[in-house]
């Protein structure tokens, strides 16, 4: 972790102590900035006019079904991808990172699905891996072990015993401890893929807490998430992306967690299964005529009209936070 | 897990009163070498039931002397293996450098020394091409140090033919520098009228500059997470090519170590020793608790590992019975071994 030759000024250690201030809300520069980026592999276009922001004690998060392209826009942010079209702007300058460890240095961190952690290792050891406290060859343990207990605490995350292998936590306390790993060592926007995917109901529940916990330490989170129900209570701002392309970019104040949930869905392709299902006849009539009524209780019907369902969502999308 | 989360108490820093729920007998069931220290008490028990020999001090020297000439390469092959490798030439490699360093310095006429230096040399590359090879191809380690293994034994057994027209090589007590190596190398003292060997000494020191070097040291870090998880290492910063191709090469030092004390002991050396050594060293690292599929195990382990072996093989000796049966054992050993690793670690993980 020691290239101070091309540290930005203020480097890392620093998102910890206090936050940049600027961002606070939507006033400031915001941390990350995404305008009309797009990405092409060859003749594939994986994005297109992708805009995005998040600022310090901000929460984006970025809901999409498979595929929608979701990855992508996390590669880009995080530094392993170029975009092909379009601007990167980190705390207002535009950048082009060449890889990960370039993001990492202003300040970008990403927590991946694996995690990056060594399931048989202790915590401590996982949290400092690749950065290890100490002079030359030799660690300071008790420094180490008692720096990750704090860090951890300060998530609100209370583990029993630092010394534990870190494949012995939860699914969701091993997440927290990768979040907290990458605030310590001095992240200011973290991004994190599908946090919650692989976890029950309680232990989403937590990470959703860590995710607020984050913001409030001034952090700048972008969360990508396929479910509108643990996107929307931490939410600040939404993008849904559906088949590489923005369907929408909303503040929390303008769109309810209904509505939320009915773009997730795809209100008119829920319509349309539900007519397939009908038409099947017996018990999936039965599914079809509820799944119908559950489209029409979230106010989402598609007008029939499936083939441009980015009309089905509402006007006002499009007066929020475009530049 | 949530309860803990849901209940913010006065964050106590040290002396967490939970930690206490876990006993000490599962504390100490769940290191890695559990299992093997188990076995060694029962392995000494047995014989010090049937072999009355096997009781006095002077046999229990000897029996550390097998030991480490087991336990000095046990050693690195336990780094090897929490590293996530594996090392099949090291049996015969430690044959290799001896070969090198009594052909070159006889066929030379040179000091004993300038053998012992050039066959340092030759250890540490043969270890630097296992490391390298496996970095740079990705096939596993296992592959690659079995074809090492074959033609190191191939050129030990041929060259020393070609060369002397025996198969060992040619008596080198009458070099200079002879006796100041011997000294050094294979050396051995009187404590309390028992003779102890050297290597022994030096045995005990790499165990403690291993352990250390693995629970104190972030290379051990390293090497820890170079094992359990290469990817996510590399992820986060570590040099994992460097910290494999490193290990290779503690390997190598210690074959030329090894090497050296056998030679200066015995003052000549056969070409075809050594095959058969490197599953021994395996055995020992996999007895004292290293996962074969690495991230896990301790130098200590690897050592007691070592220690069951040298009591085996001296044990078998000391009860009269036909020392053939010693293979019997070592397969015995590895089965049991295994089998309640398996079992320790499963009660181990229950309880925690």
Not at chain 1, 65 to 73: I, P, V, Y
Not at chain 2, 213 to 234: D, E, H, K
């Amino acid at each position: 972790m020691s290239t101070p030759a091309q540290d930005p000024p203020g480097g890392r250690h620093r998102a910890t102590a206090d936050a940049p201030s600027a961002g606070n809300g939507n006033g400031g520069v915001p941390l990350v900035k995404l305008i009309n980026a797009g990405k092409r592999y060859g003749a594939v276009i994986a994005l297109h006019d992708i805009n995005l922001e998040v600022g310090a004690r901000e929460v984006t998060c970025v809901l999409g079904d498979n595929g929608a392209g979701k990855s992508t826009l996390i590669k880009i942010i995080a530094g392993l991808h170029q975009p092909s079209s379009g601007t990167y702007e980190v705390e207002g300058t535009p950048v082009r990172f060449s890889s990960p460890r370039e993001a990492l240095e202003r300040g970008i961190a990403t927590v991946y699905q694996d995690l990056a952690v060594v399931a048989l290792m202790p915590v401590w050891r996982n949290f400092f891996l690749g950065n290890e406290v100490g002079k030359g060859l030799r660690m300071d343990i008790p420094a180490m072990k008692k720096m990750c207990k704090d860090e951890l605490l300060a998530m609100g995350i209370d583990l029993r015993d630092v010394d534990q292998p870190i494949g012995t936590l939860s699914g969701g306390e091993r997440q927290c401890v990768a979040i907290s790993r990458a605030v310590h060592f001095g992240a200011k926007v973290l991004i994190l893929d599908e946090p919650t995917a692989a976890l029950g109901v309680k232990q989403s529940g937590v990470v959703l807490k860590y995710i607020i916990q984050a913001r409030e330490r001034g952090l700048g989170v972008i969360f990508i998430t396929h479910n509108p129900h643990h996107a929307y209570p931490v939410g600040d701002r939404f993008m849904l992306l559906n088949r590489g392309a923005s369907i929408g970019n909303f503040e929390k104040g303008q769109i309810t967690r209904d509505e939320l949930t009915g773009l997730m869905a795809g209100g008119a392709e829920l319509e349309q299964l539900s007519h397939e299902l009908e038409s099947e006849g017996g018990a999936a009539a039965e599914i079809g005529r509820s799944m119908e009524a559950d489209v029409e209780e979230l106010g989402i019907t598609g007008q029939h009209d499936a083939g441009t369902d980015a009309a089905s969502a509402p006007a006002r999308q499009e007066g929020s936070s475009h530049p | 897990m949530t309860q803990t989360a849901e209940a913010p108490v006065a964050p106590p820093p040290r002396a967490d009163e939970r930690v206490g729920r876990k006993s000490p007998l599962a504390r100490m069931l769940a290191r890695p070498e559990a299992g093997a220290i188990a076995g060694a008490i029962v392995i000494y028990i047995f014989f010090f039931i049937i072999a009355p020999p096997f009781r006095s001090a002077a046999s229990f020297s000897s029996v550390l002397y097998v030991t480490s000439t087991y336990g000095l390469m046990a050693t690195p092959i336990a780094l090897l293996m929490i590293g996530g490798e594996f090392d099949l030439s090291a049996g015969v490699a430690v044959t290799s450098s001896a070969l090198c360093a009594s052909l070159f310095s006889y066929e030379f006429t040179t000091n004993a020394w300038v053998g012992v230096l050039v066959a340092l040399a030759l250890s540490l590359l043969i270890g630097f091409i296992n490391g390298w090879l496996v970095i740079k191809t990705g096939i596993p380690s296992f592959l690659i140090t079995l074809g090492m293994f074959f033609m190191l034994q191939g050129i030990n057994i041929a060259l020393t033919q070609t060369i002397t027209n025996q198969v060992s090589s040619p008596d080198i007590s009458t070099l200079q520098g002879f006796s100041s190596a011997q000294k050094v190398f294979a050396s051995s003292f009187t404590i309390g009228g028992v003779n102890v060997r050297i290597s022994i000494i030096y045995w005990i020191v790499f165990v403690i500059i291993a352990t250390w070097i693995l629970l104190r040291t972030r290379v051990g870090n390293w090497i820890f997470s170079a094992g359990g998880n290469p990817v996510s290492a590399r992820a986060v910063g570590v040099p994992v090519a460097r910290v494999k191709i490193g290990l290779f090469m503690a390997v190598g030092f210690m074959a030329w170590f090894t090497g050296m004390h056998t030679l200066f002991l015995f003052n000549t050396i056969q070409s075809a020793q050594g095959i058969g050594n490197e599953f021994v060293y395996i055995i020992a690292a996999v007895v004292g608790g290293c996962l074969l599929t690495g991230g896990y195990g301790s130098a200590v382990g690897a050592a007691i590992g070592a220690l069951i072996f040298g009591m085996v093989n001296q044990g078998i000796v000391y009860a009269g019975w036909n020392p053939n049966w010693f293979q019997f054992f070592v397969g015995a050993l590895l089965l049991g071994a295994i089998l309640l690793n398996t079992y320790i670690r499963r009660r181990a993980e229950a309880s925690i």
